[in-house]
């Protein structure tokens, strides 16, 4: 267990509205990553952190945003939700004591009407 | 041609059998392997890390080839619970983990 949850672990919103998503973990690891699944494709990374205020893009950043004030929250944040947005969303850390190992939260599954 | 592919699947076998899942990647400059396992609607476990000299665990076996770029996994005497699906990771420059689409297996009784 690597002490990773996300919030909220449903949600369903409307086109156009502002979501954002959180990604907490316990054990302090430097690097933490948000992925989306979709039917038909692997995992694709949208914005990885590297550290506190250190983020980056990842193959599929277009229409999200993210943050990173403290090292154990990472904030996933959709400007203007779109249904192209409607996703599984992972986020993971990096254990790089460990073979560079991900380990994933538990997911959260948007809607967006 | 996809960064990770892996066997379309899906796989069904019976209880017991032995299943070898493939996977290749087509970054020479690769550097981390991994098999993970993904039950429905669940987030990806890491099942084991593939080293270049090959690696068991119990009733699974990874093997990989460098040169054919090339990264196997063979389950043997599945159980009930080994159905799932099998996703191939390979990890790239920097942080670029790039996932295969996945193989999903069920184990029949």
């Known amino acids: 267990d690597a002490g990773i949850t996300q919030s909220p672990r449903h949600k369903v919103t409307e086109t156009g509205t502002p979501v954002t998503l959180r990604c907490h973990q316990t054990?302090?690891?430097?690097?933490m990553y948000w992925y989306r699944q979709d039917p038909g494709h692997g995992l694709r990374l949208i914005h990885y952190?590297?550290?506190?205020?250190?983020?980056d893009k990842g193959e599929v950043s277009d229409g999200y945003s993210v943050s990173r004030s403290k090292t154990e929250d990472f904030l996933l944040t959709l400007e203007s939700a779109t249904s192209s947005q409607t996703s599984v969303y992972f986020c993971?850390?990096?254990?790089?004591?460990?073979?560079?190992?991900?380990?994933f939260g538990p997911g959260t599954r948007l809607t967006v009407l | 041609r996809k960064e990770v592919e892996q066997d379309p699947g899906p796989f069904n076998v019976p209880e017991g059998a032995t299943v070898a899942f493939n996977c290749t990647y087509s970054?020479?400059?690769?550097?981390?392997f991994f098999w993970y396992r993904q039950d429905c609607r669940k987030e990806p476990k890491l099942l084991m890390s593939?080293?270049?000299s090959g690696n068991e665990d119990g009733r699974f076996t990874a093997q990989l080839n460098r040169a054919s770029q090339y990264i196997s996994l063979l389950i043997r005497d599945s159980k009930l619970s080994d159905s799932a699906t099998y996703l191939c990771?390979?990890?790239?420059?920097?942080?670029?983990?790039?996932f295969g689409p996945g193989t999903r297996l069920s184990v029949l009784p």
């Open positions: 993971a850390i990096r254990d790089q004591d460990s073979t560079d190992t991900q380990y």
């Open positions: 054990e302090n690891h430097r690097y």
């Open positions: 952190s590297y550290g506190v205020k250190d983020t």
């Open positions: 970054n020479s400059a690769s550097q981390s």
């Open positions: 593939v080293y270049s």
């Open positions: 990771v390979v990890r790239g420059y920097g942080q670029n983990f790039v």
